[in-house]
Each structure stands twice: as C-alpha cells, then as structure tokens.
C-alpha cells in the first residue's frame, strides 16, 4: 500500500488547494508542503522498514508513542516556513503519518500501545487483494487534482493581472 500511504494525504491536501482556488482564488499550502506530506505519509515505514505483517506489529514506528514524538518534530519542520503557515503545515504533515497508521490499522493491524502493550489492534477490514485498487485510484485522484489546481492557479493568475489593469 505503498500510494496508498502517501497519495491519501497528498490527495486531501490538493482537494483543499482546489476548493480554495475554485472559491477563495488562493493557495492553501505554501511550496514544498506537498513533497512533506507524501514523505510524512510513509515515514513510519521509512523509520521502521518490514516486509512481514509480525515486524509491522513490533515496530515503534507503528504506535501512539511515535506519533507523540513526532508532534514536536513536524513543529520544528513547520519552523522553516512562512508564519501564518507554521501550524497548517504542522497539523498537515502529523496527519499524513497518523493516517497511515490507520491505513495499516484496517489494513493487518498495528502495534498502538508500544511499549506498554504490544498486542496489535485492527484487523485486515481492507483485503490484501485490494491493496493495488486502492493505491490505483489515490494515484489517480491526486494526478487530477495536481492538473486541476496548475489550471485554477493560472486562472487565478490571469484574473489578479486583468484585475490590476
């Protein structure tokens, strides 16, 4: 599920862009927020690499405590770009990493409660099988979005020209 991790958020992100330059005529995210949350969307498998469903469940990477951790990293990330988008970019990228847990979570289950408690949770609610049909239409939606919003952006572009005549 390897699109599916990282396509999912980069999806929502462009869905949002979209909407804002259909109605608002402006971008939501800045530059680069985009590659971060497609790298943020497989992080935990980057952290922790497997290949077994039984290393997926004894991974670090693949609980709340990670999560935790990662609140103040995405915080020190966000630093680096223009302040009235620190905490967008902030909330954004940490839900790109937490949506791929749960994307694991109906996908085989993972290990939430490590240390504490390293039974996994979940189940396989989404079949192996279909794994490749969902990745498949992530890859596509975030395709058409990308190329809807390059379409909106020069609209907006083209009215803030005629607009300043």
């Known amino acids: 599920m390897a699109g599916f991790h ?11 862009e979209v909407i804002s330059l ?10 680069w927020t985009l590659p971060l949350v497609a ?3 497989v992080l935990p498998d980057i952290c922790s690499p497997h290949i077994s469903l039984e290393d997926r469940h004894a991974s ?8 935790a951790v990662l609140v103040p990293v995405c915080g020190m990330i966000a630093f680096w770009f223009e302040k009235g988008m620190r905490l967008r970019v902030a909330v954004v990228i940490w839900l790109a990493a937490m949506l791929h847990l749960a994307a694991d979570a109906v996908s085989g289950g993972i290990p939430w409660l490590i240390p504490w408690k ?5 189940d396989y609610y989404l079949e192996p099988f279909t794994w490749p049909i969902y990745d498949a239409v ?19 572009y083209e009215r803030e020209l005629m607009s300043a005549d």
């Open 6 to 16: 990282s396509m999912m958020p980069v999806s929502g992100c462009l869905a949002a």
């Open 22 to 31: 259909r109605f608002r005529h402006r971008r939501v995210f800045p530059d």
């Open 39 to 41: 790298l943020f969307g």
């Open 60 to 67: 670090f990477s693949h609980s709340l405590l990670f999560l």
């Open 118 to 122: 390293e039974e996994p949770l979940g």
């Open 138 to 156: 992530f890859i596509i939606t975030a395709w058409l979005l990308w190329r809807w919003r390059q379409r909106l952006e020069v609209r907006a």
